[in-house]
């Protein structure tokens, strides 16, 4: 099995099937990326179409010598960050899928039943949230800083960086988390 570099050069070189290859290699991660970012599977699958469709146009500028995985993620990155603009423009917030949030299985339950759904149900409504307060470019960073597991020098790559703004953004991110994820004092 050749690796996506091989794969890329090939789709370069006009062959069609070498790119529905790539597609089909990368695109459950791009879903993952552009699900966490939005929040909404409709606008991760938009944001993956356009993703592909960005990357299929620009073929030709691609760099043999980069990791395409890396070039893809931008790409990405840059559709899900357009979406989001384009909600703030509209003054629209999306909530998560009922069906799924951003991490359907990140609380497992030690002690499964109503009260623990409900917990879990009421922990992922307040991130997304919290997600929501975040700038595109704070979100995209902690995105792929937390979820995505990447390095500060792949996050720089990807949002094309230095890494001194990756650092700081996920830090702006953070804060802000805490700070609305924060327990609030409720009367005795």
Not at 67 to 93: M, P, S
Not at 100 to 122: I, K, Q, T
Not at 135 to 161: D, G, N, P, W, Y
């Amino acid at each position: 099995m050749e690796g996506t570099d091989g794969a890329a050069a090939r789709a370069q070189e006009g062959e069609s099937e070498a790119f529905r290859d790539l597609v089909e290699r990368h695109s459950d991660r791009v879903f993952r990326l552009a699900f966490r970012m939005t929040g909404n599977a409709h606008d991760a699958e938009d944001v993956v179409q356009e993703t592909f469709l960005r990357a299929y146009r620009a073929l030709s500028r691609f760099d043999a010598r980069a990791d395409f995985a890396t070039w893809v993620h931008r790409i990405a990155v840059n559709c899900a960050i357009d979406v989001l603009r384009a909600r703030k423009r509209r003054g629209e917030f999306r909530r998560a899928d009922d069906a799924g949030g951003l991490e359907p299985d990140a609380l497992p339950s030690r002690n499964p039943g109503p009260e623990a759904d409900a917990l879990r149900a009421e922990t992922r409504r307040g991130v997304e949230t919290a997600l929501g307060t975040l700038s595109a470019k704070e979100r995209a960073a902690f995105v792929l800083r937390h979820f995505e597991q990447m390095s500060v020098e792949e996050i720089a790559r990807t949002l094309q960086v230095g890494s001194g703004a990756v650092k700081q953004s996920v830090f702006r991110a953070v804060r802000k988390l805490r700070r609305e994820l924060a327990p609030q004092e409720r009367p005795a």
